[in-house]
């Protein structure tokens, strides 16, 4: 996010999509189903950190997740490594494939599992993911498996993330599994396939806008990255409108398909916005199992060429309905100009 998260970037639960962006980006996660609600009141029982909680089993498999208390809000993240692993450290600047779990210490309820999602997802220690995250990966090395206790806030941000069943004042145990280095993006050369466009931008043949679109504005050329939609003219959507697509560069490589990993580049906008509420062309691509990310990218991004760049205007109901995220007002309609760059 996914996401994430997404990526939550708070979380693209990278999102969860990364944090803003998690891990994880909070704004392409999606509405990922808790496993129920339970009432909690702040007179029940609570335990401090790692004693509400044991956490069991190997990296790389789903944890084993024992809630003997509700867990007391903790007022700064505390970390500590249950699995040493054998590899080398993560170094700064490192792309890690992780799988991420995060267990809802209030509500004593799983709220986002990447093993559920089927796939693990790629986050950067680059600092810029926030401090629950950079303090996760300080001093890990591939192998581990690392658990932290931190709050709502810290992770999320004042919101939380309702969607994930996660309130503005909820206790997190967040399981992380650093499980490899991944590769460099793959650049443009002859040994590359021809099917696997550069990561720098799309590449294809032009495609007219349609009227129903805001006009993009552009840092350079047709190809180069975004920097703002102009909704000057564009009706202001209706809440219960339908999914709008429009492939704008049409990609030569082949088509999505449901249940494929991803990586893009995206730039999301709400109506009449001036800044964009989470964008990646900044950053580092998404990549992340289609089926973790919101509705909106999954029926829309399925049969789009690799390569490709293109337009979604997404509805609250394939979106994030009434429950309102980091930037993005309940019931927002979403705009996304999105580089589809590789599909696995």
């Not at 692993?85 to 494939?97: L, Y």
């Not at 995206?266 to 900044?282: H, I, K, L, Q, R």
Request: aromatic fraction near 6%; proline fraction near 9%; include cysteine.
């Amino acid at each position: 996010m996914s996401l994430p998260h997404p990526p939550f970037e708070k979380v693209s639960i990278v999102r969860l999509r990364r944090s803003a962006s998690l891990v994880v980006s909070a704004a392409i996660v999606p509405a990922l189903a808790a496993c129920g609600s339970t009432k909690v009141g702040y007179g029940d029982p609570t335990a401090e950190g790692f004693s509400a909680v044991s956490i069991s089993g190997d990296p790389g498999k789903a944890p084993t997740v024992k809630w003997h208390e509700a867990m007391a809000y903790p007022k700064s993240t505390t970390v500590k490594t249950l699995v040493k692993g054998t590899g080398a450290p993560v170094a700064s600047g490192d792309s890690v494939s992780a799988y991420i779990w995060i267990g809802d210490g209030t509500t004593k309820l799983e709220a986002y599992s990447d093993y559920s999602n089927g796939s693990p997802e790629t986050i950067t220690n680059d600092g810029k993911m926030g401090a629950v995250w950079t303090k996760i990966l300080k001093g890990a090395h591939y192998g581990d498996r690392i658990a932290a206790v931190t709050s709502s806030v810290a992770l999320l941000g004042d919101a939380g993330n309702p969607q994930l069943g996660i309130g503005t004042h909820d206790s997190l145990v967040v399981v992380v599994d650093v499980i490899k280095k991944t590769k460099p993006e793959p650049s443009t050369s002859p040994s590359a396939s021809p099917t696997t466009p550069a990561l720098s931008g799309p590449k294809g043949k032009a495609q007219p806008a349609p009227a129903w679109m805001p006009k993009l504005e552009l840092s350079g050329g047709k190809t180069s990255a975004p920097k703002g939609m102009d909704f000057t003219g564009v009706k202001k959507p209706n809440p219960n409108g339908k999914l709008k697509r429009a492939i704008l560069i049409k990609g030569t490589g082949p088509k999505v398909k449901a249940g494929q990993t991803i990586t893009a580049n995206y730039y999301g906008m709400v109506y009449g916005a001036t800044t964009p509420f989470d964008e990646s062309y900044s950053k580092t691509p998404l990549t992340s199992a289609l089926s973790g990310l919101v509705q909106g990218w999954q029926q829309g991004l399925v049969g789009v060429p690799v390569g490709s760049r293109v337009f979604l205007q997404i509805p609250p109901a394939l979106g994030y309905g009434d429950a309102a995220q980091s930037g993005i007002p309940a019931n927002s309609t979403l705009y996304f100009v999105l580089d589809v760059l590789a599909a696995n």
